[in-house]
């Protein structure tokens, strides 16, 4: 069965600490890994798509790595406004279906 | 800039009442989703669509249904709202493996 587990549930930084979000995963022929952030009351924002493994994607303080069976979310020097849940997702081989993960709630202090 | 859009962001219904449920895109998409949203259990898709007036149940389908007889509107009716669908409710749309895109949500209570 397809499954998407992350971890931490939830993390504390202070500002400018850097840290690391897991996303591990089982499916049958990975199509495609997602990563989103989302922000109370409001929808899923969509920040990086990752295909194969070894394949890295980059946006400001946030890196994406994908290796066979896990992905991770680097925060580089994270600020305040980085707090939200971010989630993680999968599609495999055969289905158009997205599957999620819970998701890690991530507080920045100042 | 990608858009969806839901009809709702909040909305208050009673025991009983049908629903209705709608989501826009504008990006052309072949595929639109729609999911609950509930703590602790994450995303969890109630149907899809793959096509116009085609449709596929997603893992908790039972009390809901959805038409798709425009490319770009997908909706979703509660054919009788229970208090165990008060959720946060959110569409979604792609192309193929691409990613998605969600709309801003629609919290609906059901007293």
């Known amino acids: 069965e397809d499954q998407v587990t992350q971890s931490p549930e939830a993390l504390r930084l202070q500002e400018g600490e850097s840290s690391s979000l897991n996303c591990s995963y089982t499916?049958?022929?990975?199509?495609?890994l997602f990563w989103y952030r989302q922000d109370p009351g409001k929808g899923p924002e969509f920040l990086f798509t990752?295909?194969?493994a070894g394949e890295e994607k980059e946006k400001e303080r946030l890196k994406a790595t994908l290796t066979k069976k896990e992905s991770f979310l680097h925060i580089t020097a994270p600020k305040p406004e980085d707090s939200a849940t971010y989630l993680c997702?999968?599609?495999?081989?055969?289905?158009?279906?997205?599957?999620f993960g819970t998701g890690t709630r991530l507080k920045v202090l100042a | 800039d990608v858009k969806v859009t839901q009809s709702s962001r909040y909305l208050v219904k009673r025991t009983g009442e049908k629903v209705f449920l709608e989501c826009v895109q504008d990006?052309?998409?072949?595929?639109m989703f729609w999911y609950r949203q509930d703590p602790g259990l994450g995303l969890r898709l109630i149907y899809f669509?793959?096509?116009?007036?085609?449709?596929e149940k997603g893992d908790i389908p039972e009390g809901y249904s959805v038409s798709r007889e425009k490319k770009e509107r997908f909706s979703l009716i509660l054919e009788s709202a229970s208090t165990n669908q008060t959720s946060m409710y959110l569409c979604?749309?792609?192309?193929?493996?691409?990613?998605?895109?969600f709309g801003p949500g629609t919290r609906l209570t059901v007293t």
């Open positions: 997702a999968v599609q495999g081989g055969g289905t158009y279906k997205y599957i």
């Open positions: 979604a749309s792609s192309n193929g493996v691409w990613e998605q895109y």
């Open positions: 669509s793959y096509d116009v007036k085609m449709k």
């Open positions: 990006m052309d998409h072949e595929n």
């Open positions: 990752l295909y194969s």
């Open positions: 499916v049958s022929g990975l199509r495609g």
